[in-house]
């Protein structure tokens, strides 16, 4: 039904009891489809980025764990959740930053262990991941709604790493304010970053605001700075992997640099995120930031760019502090700096 209020990219959905995504290592050069009936492989996309972004990478474990229940041979509801249990942890071990994986994987398990057929826990759990699918776009849509007052008209926003459409299942959270923002009436304008070395920004968001005629110029992310004392842009909006009550933010590596120069330059330094990106009970020194492979690094596509040998330092993302960030936005509203007291208000109220 979504599909009728958005009709952009679809990042992930279940079909024929598969589940199908668009192949994320392949853009910008080839929009493909990939489809897997087989929990295995959805952990193996996780890793691999064919699928990433928080809010996908959530309801694509949720799919995941349906295809689990589908494979699972048991023929007793107890044996049915060991088997689950077992590819939640494979799921789970992909990617340890973004808390909307051990979110999406929490609720299918929750809805299996209230079940006592194992025939009905498996539908209900096919339905579930779909729920949650068609309820990433409704969230999307009105944290857009909520995020468009901030912006004005004729602003140029920056924008780091992908937090679109394909970041999510669809719309997109920090890319999902920009849509709204434009679709309010306002005439708006968007600095994308680079975002090496996975280049997220220049292979997908640049990919899916040209796809959508959103006026976009992408930047190396060493010309931040320049863009930012310039006067080339005038507001920043990310989205988050990871929100603590505190309101520490942890997002794409580089974006704690992004927030350092805004402050410097008095540039108003917004995240979007739905509340199943916050996680209420960690403090900074639990969370664990993912290093990936040196490769990303030393190679772009397969093209050497470093020395054989080279030692490399390659964390995927980073935290950026309470006190650069203007405000957190929500579809339950927009969190204000002192962010320990109103992110408990915007918990409380959905109560
Ligand atoms: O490594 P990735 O591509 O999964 O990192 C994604 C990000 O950091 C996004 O900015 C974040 O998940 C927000 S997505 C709406």
């Given at each position: 039904?979504?599909?009728?209020?958005?009709?952009?990219?679809?990042?992930?959905?279940?079909?024929?009891?598969?589940?199908?995504?668009?192949?994320?290592?392949?853009?910008?050069?080839?929009?493909?489809?990939?489809?897997?009936?087989?929990?295995?492989?959805?952990?193996?996309?996780?890793?691999?980025?064919?699928?990433?972004g928080a809010p996908a990478?959530?309801?694509?474990?949720?799919?995941?764990?349906?295809?689990?229940?589908?494979?699972?041979?048991?023929?007793?509801?107890?044996?049915?959740?060991?088997?689950?249990?077992?590819?939640?942890?494979?799921?789970?071990?992909?990617?340890?930053?973004?808390?909307?994986?051990?979110?999406?994987?929490?609720?299918?398990?929750?809805?299996?262990?209230?079940?006592?057929?194992?025939?009905?826990?498996?539908?209900?759990?096919?339905?579930?991941?779909?729920?949650?699918?068609?309820?990433?776009?409704?969230?999307n849509?009105?944290?857009?709604?909520?995020?468009?007052?901030?912006?004005?008209?004729?602003?140029?926003?920056?924008t780091h790493c992908n937090a679109g459409s394909l970041a999510t299942?669809?719309?997109g959270t920090a890319l999902g304010v920009i849509?709204?923002?434009?679709?309010?009436?306002?005439?708006?304008?968007?600095?994308?970053?680079?975002?090496?070395?996975?280049?997220q920004?220049?292979?997908l968001t640049?990919?899916?605001?040209?796809?959508?005629?959103?006026?976009?110029?992408?930047?190396?992310?060493?010309?931040?700075?320049?863009?930012?004392?310039?006067?080339?842009?005038?507001?920043?909006v990310v989205g988050a992997d990871?929100?603590?009550?505190?309101?520490?933010?942890?997002n794409k590596?580089?974006t704690?640099?992004?927030?350092?120069?805004?402050?410097?330059?008095?540039?108003?330094?917004?995240v979007a995120a739905?509340?199943?990106?916050?996680?209420?009970?960690?403090?900074?020194?639990?969370?664990?930031?993912?290093?990936?492979?040196?490769?990303?690094?030393?190679?772009?596509?397969?093209?050497?760019?470093?020395?054989?040998?080279?030692?490399?330092?390659?964390?995927?993302?980073?935290?950026?502090?309470?006190?650069?960030?203007?405000?957190?936005?929500?579809?339950?509203?927009?969190?204000?700096?002192?962010?320990?007291?109103?992110?408990?208000?915007?918990?409380?109220?959905?109560?």
């Amino acid at each position: 039904m979504t599909d009728l209020l958005y009709s952009g990219l679809r990042t992930v959905e279940w079909k024929d009891n598969a589940v199908v995504m668009i192949d994320q290592t392949k853009l910008p050069n080839e929009l493909i489809h990939v489809k897997y009936t087989d929990y295995n492989d959805v952990a193996s996309a996780i890793r691999n980025l064919v699928i990433r972004g928080a809010p996908a990478i959530g309801v694509a474990g949720a799919f995941g764990l349906a295809l689990a229940g589908l494979q699972s041979n048991a023929s007793t509801p107890e044996q049915l959740i060991t088997d689950l249990e077992s590819a939640k942890k494979v799921l789970f071990e992909t990617r340890p930053t973004a808390v909307n994986l051990a979110w999406g994987l929490e609720q299918i398990m929750i809805v299996a262990k209230k079940g006592n057929d194992v025939n009905k826990i498996k539908e209900s759990i096919i339905n579930t991941a779909k729920q949650m699918a068609e309820d990433d776009i409704t969230i999307n849509m009105t944290m857009g709604k909520h995020g468009s007052q901030l912006f004005n008209n004729n602003d140029t926003i920056m924008t780091h790493c992908n937090a679109g459409s394909l970041a999510t299942v669809a719309y997109g959270t920090a890319l999902g304010v920009i849509r709204a923002t434009k679709d309010s009436g306002k005439n708006i304008k968007v600095i994308a970053t680079e975002t090496r070395p996975v280049q997220q920004g220049s292979r997908l968001t640049a990919f899916e605001l040209h796809h959508d005629g959103i006026d976009v110029s992408l930047i190396p992310d060493t010309a931040v700075g320049y863009s930012m004392a310039n006067k080339l842009v005038n507001k920043v909006v990310v989205g988050a992997d990871r929100v603590l009550r505190t309101g520490h933010v942890y997002n794409k590596i580089g974006t704690y640099q992004v927030a350092l120069i805004a402050k410097q330059h008095g540039i108003p330094f917004y995240v979007a995120a739905p509340l199943s990106t916050f996680d209420m009970k960690s403090n900074p020194q639990d969370v664990i930031i993912e290093q990936r492979k040196g490769t990303e690094v030393t190679q772009i596509g397969d093209k050497k760019t470093a020395p054989d040998g080279i030692n490399v330092i390659n964390p995927a993302f980073d935290m950026t502090p309470p006190e650069l960030i203007s405000g957190i936005i929500t579809e339950a509203g927009v969190a204000k700096p002192p962010f320990e007291e109103s992110i408990k208000k915007l918990f409380e109220a959905k109560k």
